[in-house]
């Protein structure tokens, strides 16, 4: 990884905070056991879009509603691991470049970063439009030649990102 990506994550994961874990059930206080698992996987009862902590980082950075809309999209890759980070990609079945999404995490449950895509302007993206959302950030880019939309693994969601804040 390069450093000037691995110094933009540990920053963001540094000004992440922390959660409320005192407020959440004992299973659903370490997003750190979903890295390496697939987001629909079940761990202490919750898949990784299901986890209180997860859900309302989603919600609360890009309204209510973002946590289902992401829950249902059930085509994913791997949950990676950077630093104190977790990074996780979904799309939809059959329609992955149409709908997406991508996001970065603190494992104490403060969104780190959020990327979302909808074709068809879904939880009013506007449509062909990539958001990112983070800490001071949301704005849209146009989405990459190669596919559109969010990234869909760990290094090319730290590429995006490190372009996005530029």
Not at 63 to 74: C, E, K, R
Not at 75 to 84: N, S
Not at 95 to 100: D, E, L, Q, R
């Amino acid at each position: 990884m390069k450093l000037t990506k691995l110094a933009s994550l540990l920053c963001l994961v540094a000004t992440a905070g922390l959660a409320h874990a005192a407020d959440l059930p004992a299973s659903a206080e370490d997003l750190k056991d979903y890295a390496g698992k697939y987001p629909f996987d079940v761990i202490g009862g919750y898949s990784f879009f299901e986890n209180p902590k997860v859900i309302e980082a989603l919600d609360n950075a890009a309204g209510s509603g973002t946590a289902d809309w992401i829950d249902n999209l059930d085509v994913g890759t791997p949950i990676t691991r950077q630093e104190d980070g977790l990074i996780a990609a979904v799309c939809e079945a059959h329609n992955c470049a149409g709908n997406n999404a991508a996001l970065a995490i603190a494992e104490s449950g403060r969104l780190i970063a959020l990327c979302l895509y909808s074709k068809a302007g879904d939880l009013n993206i506007v449509p062909g439009q990539v958001r990112w959302i983070g800490l001071n950030l949301d704005r849209y880019v146009d989405p990459p030649d190669e596919g559109g939309g969010c990234p869909r693994d760990a290094d090319e969601f730290l590429d995006a990102y490190t372009k996005v804040l530029k």
